[in-house]
């Protein structure tokens, strides 16, 4: 039988719901803070579900030994038992109004499943982004996709 996941986007403060999602996660860094250069580093991820639904999700340096020999960019886990906060950074790497913070028992489990997809992209004309027409609050990034035609001998009416 089936288990049936909660989707991304439905995601919210509902203290008495055990949440249970499965994702892909598209992007995963980690970042030592300045002041304790000597600790363990804490980890951010996005993650996307099969809807297309994409959360922030933060992981503290003290449970940093515990998930970064599990998760892998690009691979698809069930995540369950996690908690739920709202998303009040200044810069989001989401549009999601919460984020995904992982306790020390947060289940991750990896699974197959090719219904996810392995990109997602909220594309956004550049002379918005120049013109600061939208707010700052969303980290974007910029693709460039050049086309170079090497010469050659035919010529084109």
């Not at 363990?40 to 503290?60: A, H, T």
Request: glycine share 2%; with cysteine.
């Amino acid at each position: 039988m089936d288990q049936t996941f909660d989707s991304v986007k439905e995601l919210s403060l509902i203290s008495e719901k055990n949440w249970c999602i499965k994702v892909r996660i598209l992007r995963m860094w980690k970042f030592s803070s300045y002041e304790k250069s000597y600790s363990q580093p804490s980890m951010e991820l996005v993650v996307l579900d099969k809807e297309g639904s994409r959360i922030y999700c933060f992981i503290w340096s003290i449970h940093y030994r515990l998930f970064e020999p599990i998760l892998e960019e690009g691979k698809v886990f069930v995540l369950a038992n996690f908690t739920m906060d709202s998303n009040t950074q200044k810069y989001r790497p989401t549009k999601h109004s919460m984020r995904i913070i992982f306790k020390r028992d947060t289940l991750v489990s990896s699974v197959d499943d090719i219904n996810i997809p392995i990109e997602s992209f909220d594309f956004v004309v550049t002379k918005e982004i120049l013109s600061s027409v939208r707010d700052d609050l969303f980290l974007i990034g910029m693709l460039f996709d050049v086309l170079i035609v090497p010469p050659t001998s035919r010529s084109f009416p």
